[in-house]
């Protein structure tokens, strides 16, 4: 079936450092993939999104590309903000199968220190 | 644009005690979810709807119950409340394909 791999977390760096955070995936199908971010005691909120391989999504700075031949989604960020402070969630979505239902990760909590 | 909401945002449930997490979106989704998020982790799907009428468990149904009587509403039943049932929940609508509309979360506590 369907998985999305993140990277471990937790994740600390200081204000203006470079972001990746990693996710993998595996799919039987072609999927969407997507970013999701949750702030401090909110609901997630869909950061970007890429729906075929080589799109590159890109929201407020933060920029994914979509490699089918690595099976990746790295979430980038080339200098990161203290309210960048969040939860991050790659997922994968398999138009047509599994029911309409996503495939989250894990999650990875970053934490950016002034 | 209301977009997902959910109602209560805080809960204290006695064990035993029963209520509704109410849910709805003014978007016309036909794909509804909830979720539990656990202090520290990831989500889990607890039950979910591809349309008015149908619904279907996910990976933790013991517990809860559903129903979806309109595309708009999706309550959830927590019956006979355990202390393993505090936690966030969130609910969630889509229309295929174009990713997930989150709910601001209802935070459960059983006493």
């Known amino acids: 079936g369907d998985s999305v791999t993140q990277m471990e977390g937790p994740v600390t760096l200081s204000e203006e450092a470079f972001l990746t955070i990693n996710c993998t995936y595996t799919?039987?199908?072609?999927?969407?993939l997507f970013w999701y971010v949750q702030y401090p005691g909110e609901g997630l909120q869909l950061l970007l999104k890429a729906t075929k391989a080589d799109d590159k999504g890109s929201n407020k700075g933060f920029e994914a590309t979509y490699r089918k031949e690595t099976t990746s989604f790295h979430l980038e960020k080339g200098s990161v903000q203290v309210s960048d402070s969040a939860v991050y969630f790659c997922?994968?979505?398999?138009?047509?199968?599994?029911?309409?239902?996503?495939?989250f990760g894990d999650g990875t909590t970053l934490t950016v220190k002034p | 644009n209301a977009g997902v909401t959910q109602t209560p945002k805080f809960r204290i449930l006695k064990i035993g005690q029963s209520m509704t997490l109410q849910c709805a979106q003014d978007m016309n989704h036909n794909y509804m979810y909830w979720y539990r998020q656990d202090p520290g982790m990831g989500l889990k799907l607890i039950y979910y709807s591809v349309g008015a009428g149908i619904t279907d468990k996910g990976e933790v149904p013991n517990g809860y119950n559903v129903s979806r009587s309109t595309t708009e509403d999706f309550p959830l039943r927590l019956e006979l409340a355990a202390p393993s049932q505090t936690s966030v929940y969130f609910c969630?609508?889509?229309?295929?394909?174009?990713?997930?509309?989150f709910g601001s979360g209802t935070r459960l506590t059983v006493v």
């Open positions: 799919a039987t199908g072609y999927p969407s």
């Open positions: 997922a994968l979505h398999d138009v047509g199968t599994n029911a309409g239902k996503s495939t």
């Open positions: 969630a609508s889509s229309s295929e394909g174009y990713g997930y509309t």
